[in-house]
């Protein structure tokens, strides 16, 4: 059942980078639009009375609406809002001092939720940069566990071990040469068979957390997995109100959010107003309650002939939303 816990607010489309697995609609807000401080303030007083507790940004890149996260960390914090994750590509400054001054006003602001650097082979940030702003953060926050690295597999699975790497290696020198917090970068699955040696057991913390690469929804190859995947009624990315730079709220901060299936209405409609858009939309019925594994089954059974199979079930809602059989 569709049952939000947390707004996503994506102030902004605008990026400084490019990357070629990026799924955002550029064309999303700018002047007009219904996401402003004002209508985001008020959100927040609507969510308060259903059981949402937490806010995370996302974008774009949402330091470039720094005026945006502040006010709207600050109204959180008055309202008793726990805060998630803002995810960032940690490369959108050009000067150390202007990104100290955003990173300053967000700290000042009261944000404390995790601040999630998207760091892969698609990124391909600068790791200098990316260790210039880890920098600032931990000593901002004066926090060694506040940054994590959220890092999209390569098409073929493997890890972008090179650049995690080579950050790797970046943050331990940083350390020995600024004096810095001791640090232990750890990944179950990952760092154990590459890092070995960089975990001398406190301080900073940085977490990796490898994501699968979601193939687009015309990627042939995206069809040749060997199984079916598992149902989990959107369990990770959804369960949240994503709000996206134009207002337009979506059950769902999965890549498939962009679609008009997952859109559930404006910022400016009420909570209930949304959830009844929710609860009537089959396809939301269909990823959080009959579950997209039975949606499958029943489409095979009624003979519909499928490319492949998928164990992404993001790339199925989102493959069905645009061929148009989410409905
Ligand atoms: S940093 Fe994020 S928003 Fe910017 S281009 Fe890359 S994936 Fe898209
Ligand atoms: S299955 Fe669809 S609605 Fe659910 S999280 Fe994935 S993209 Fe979003």
Same mark, same amino acid.
């Given at each position: 059942?569709f049952t939000p816990?947390?707004?996503?607010?994506? %102030?902004t @489309?605008?990026c400084?980078?490019?990357?070629?697995?990026?799924?955002?609609?550029?064309?999303?807000?700018?002047?007009?639009?219904?996401?402003?401080?004002?209508?985001a303030?008020?959100?927040?007083?609507?969510?308060l009375?259903?059981?949402?507790d937490?806010?995370?940004?996302?974008? $774009?890149?949402?330091?470039?609406?720094?005026?945006?996260?502040e006010?709207v960390?600050?109204?959180?914090?008055?309202?008793?809002?726990?805060?998630?994750?803002l995810?960032?590509?940690?490369?959108w400054f050009?000067d150390?001092?202007?990104?100290?001054g955003?990173?300053?006003?967000?700290?000042?602001?009261?944000? #404390?939720?995790?601040?999630?650097?998207?760091?892969d082979?698609?990124?391909?940030?600068?790791?200098?940069?990316? +260790?210039?702003?880890?920098?600032?953060?931990t000593?901002?926050?004066?926090?060694?566990?506040?940054?994590?690295?959220?890092?999209?597999?390569?098409?073929?699975?493997?890890a972008?071990?090179?650049?995690?790497d080579?950050l790797?290696? @970046? +943050?331990?020198?940083?350390?020995?040469?600024?004096?810095?917090?001791?640090?232990?970068?750890?990944?179950?699955a990952?760092?154990?068979?590459v890092?070995?040696?960089l975990?001398?057991?406190? @301080?900073?913390?940085?977490p990796?957390?490898?994501?699968p690469?979601?193939?687009?929804?015309?990627?042939?190859?995206a069809?040749q997995?060997?199984?079916?995947?598992?149902?989990?009624?959107?369990?990770?990315?959804g369960? +949240?109100?994503?709000?996206? %730079?134009?207002?337009a709220?979506?059950?769902c901060?999965?890549f @498939?959010n962009?679609?008009?299936q997952?859109?559930?209405?404006?910022?400016q #409609?009420?909570?209930?107003?949304?959830?009844?858009?929710?609860?009537?939309?089959?396809?939301?019925? #269909?990823?959080?309650?009959? $579950?997209?594994?039975r949606?499958?089954?029943?489409?095979?059974?009624?003979?519909v002939?499928l490319?492949g199979?998928?164990?992404?079930?993001?790339?199925?809602?989102?493959?069905l939303?645009?061929?148009?059989t989410?409905?």
């Amino acid at each position: 059942m569709f049952t939000p816990k947390q707004i996503v607010f994506a %102030p902004t @489309g605008a990026c400084n980078l490019n990357c070629s697995h990026c799924r955002v609609d550029r064309s999303r807000g700018g002047n007009g639009s219904a996401l402003t401080v004002e209508t985001a303030v008020a959100f927040l007083d609507q969510c308060l009375a259903h059981e949402i507790d937490r806010v995370g940004f996302s974008g $774009g890149e949402p330091f470039l609406a720094i005026d945006f996260l502040e006010a709207v960390s600050k109204a959180s914090v008055e309202r008793g809002f726990y805060f998630d994750r803002l995810m960032t590509n940690a490369t959108w400054f050009d000067d150390v001092d202007t990104m100290r001054g955003a990173l300053q006003r967000l700290y000042a602001a009261g944000f #404390d939720g995790t601040i999630a650097v998207s760091f892969d082979s698609y990124h391909a940030a600068p790791v200098e940069k990316v +260790l210039q702003f880890i920098k600032a953060v931990t000593g901002i926050w004066q926090r060694g566990d506040c940054v994590e690295l959220v890092s999209v597999l390569n098409r073929d699975g493997t890890a972008a071990v090179v650049y995690i790497d080579e950050l790797a290696v @970046g +943050l331990s020198a940083l350390v020995k040469r600024e004096g810095g917090l001791p640090m232990a970068i750890q990944d179950q699955a990952y760092l154990e068979t590459v890092r070995q040696g960089l975990d001398d057991g406190s @301080g900073l913390y940085i977490p990796i957390l490898l994501m699968p690469y979601s193939a687009a929804a015309d990627d042939p190859v995206a069809w040749q997995a060997s199984r079916w995947f598992k149902d989990d009624y959107c369990d990770g990315p959804g369960n +949240l109100f994503f709000v996206h %730079p134009d207002g337009a709220v979506a059950a769902c901060c999965g890549f @498939g959010n962009e679609n008009p299936q997952l859109i559930i209405g404006t910022i400016q #409609d009420s909570y209930e107003r949304l959830m009844a858009s929710a609860t009537a939309n089959s396809h939301i019925r #269909d990823c959080y309650e009959k $579950g997209l594994g039975r949606k499958r089954q029943e489409m095979e059974a009624a003979g519909v002939k499928l490319p492949g199979k998928t164990d992404d079930i993001c790339f199925f809602c989102d493959w069905l939303c645009r061929r148009g059989t989410a409905e």
